[in-house]
């Protein structure tokens, strides 16, 4: 009953954690500085301002435009613009304007950044939305005299010194598998489906139908690894359709079908009826999330060489994180596979939980609606 109630408490920071937010941000060099271009959803403002001042739960032009100034001046004081220790104050430029993306309206924010010196080098410091959703992400564009470079900023790397001399498509590769690793870890219904998929991974079924421990360790092993394989598989996959712009799916679809892939997965541990497929279900799973990421950064309109550049670092960082999480998870799930408490309560009851808070995210994703308050 204590975990229980435990659950009902923490189910409205774990149901509300996923909520994807993006914000897309692009600076160009200029001669006095940068020009910018920053796209924030509405939804995102609205949470933060409460632009939705008749509370009728839908956002009117009207409404937007009469907080032009509180949202140029909460959005342009989150972020900081420098170059060679010196501040290059930001200030808005033109009408603020609304654009659709895979997932919504955002308003377009157009500025100018003006520089003491001619830069050659440009410091962000980007903390937009951070203290309300820890999971939201800064996809960032620079485009400088030789190039163009990506990179995404988040709560734990939200500051970075970005040469603009030669800028290209793997400029920051090394920030994009940051991005992926911190992507599964903080990712909590990814996290929860790679879960539930491994939890039965040091189980067998027997004759009765009941679980029972696997003999060996090596079974488990390969197992797993076939399951991650899967995950990578598919987002190879994934990749190469999104760099040759032949795939494209709503964001609110994939982001359902994310959440009940997680509802299977569970499903199946509680009452079984799909055994030894997985691997299939992380390589759709796979598919899904890669689709995910992909919408995102063609949002942002990138030429296809940085889009798979991006792709590839953002995919090996996830790579990476699932790996870090195999490791630490299989060996001590191998020794307590012997014991009840694994089969009925971290097996059963676990898996019962994470069903349970995929609903939730599931009725919030398809109906776009918050299930459980803040």
Not at 15 to 25: G, I, M, N, T, V
Not at 94 to 103: E, I, N
Not at 143 to 155: E, I, Y
């Amino acid at each position: 009953m204590n975990r229980f109630l435990a659950l009902l408490v923490l189910l409205p920071s774990m149901a509300l954690a996923h909520k994807p937010s993006d914000s897309y941000l692009r600076l160009e060099r200029a001669p006095h500085g940068f020009t910018g271009r920053w796209d924030v959803a509405l939804r995102d403002l609205d949470a933060v301002l409460g632009l939705d001042s008749n509370g009728d739960g839908a956002l009117a032009w009207g409404e937007v435009r009469d907080r032009q100034q509180d949202i140029t001046r909460h959005v342009l004081s989150r972020l900081s613009v420098g170059t060679a220790g010196a501040p290059c104050p930001t200030t808005p430029e033109g009408a603020l304007r609304v654009a659709r993306h895979s997932d919504g309206a955002y308003a377009v924010l157009d500025f100018q950044a003006a520089c003491p010196t001619w830069p050659s080098a440009l410091t962000l410091d980007y903390t937009l939305l951070f203290d309300r959703d820890p999971q939201h992400r800064g996809i960032i564009q620079v485009a400088g005299g030789q190039g163009q470079g990506t990179l995404v900023l988040s709560a734990s790397h939200h500051t970075v010194d970005v040469p603009l001399a030669n800028l290209s498509a793997w400029s920051h590769f090394g920030g994009m598998v940051l991005s992926g690793i911190e992507h599964i870890w903080a990712g909590l219904d990814h996290l929860l489906f790679l879960l539930a998929l491994l939890l039965p991974s040091v189980l067998k079924r027997s004759p009765e139908g009941g679980w029972e421990p696997v003999d060996r360790f090596g079974p488990a092993l390969r197992d797993v690894v076939k399951i991650v394989s899967a995950f990578t598989v598919a987002h190879s996959l994934t990749l190469s359709l999104a760099a040759l712009g032949l795939v494209a799916l709503p964001s609110r679809l994939v982001e359902s079908a994310i959440a009940v892939s997680v509802i299977l997965a569970a499903a199946n541990n509680v009452f079984p009826s799909i055994r030894g497929t997985r691997w299939a279900v992380a390589f759709a799973l796979g598919l899904l999330h890669g689709f995910g990421f992909a919408s995102v950064l063609a949002d942002l309109g990138l030429p296809a060489e940085g889009l798979a550049t991006t792709l590839l670092g953002f995919n090996v960082g996830v790579e990476l994180g699932q790996l870090a999480c195999v490791a630490v998870f299989l060996p001590v799930a191998f020794m307590l596979r012997g014991a009840t408490v694994y089969r009925r309560a971290i097996l059963v009851g676990g898996s019962a939980a994470i069903g349970l808070i995929a609903c939730v995210w599931l009725a919030e994703r398809a109906l776009d609606v918050s299930v459980l308050p803040l």
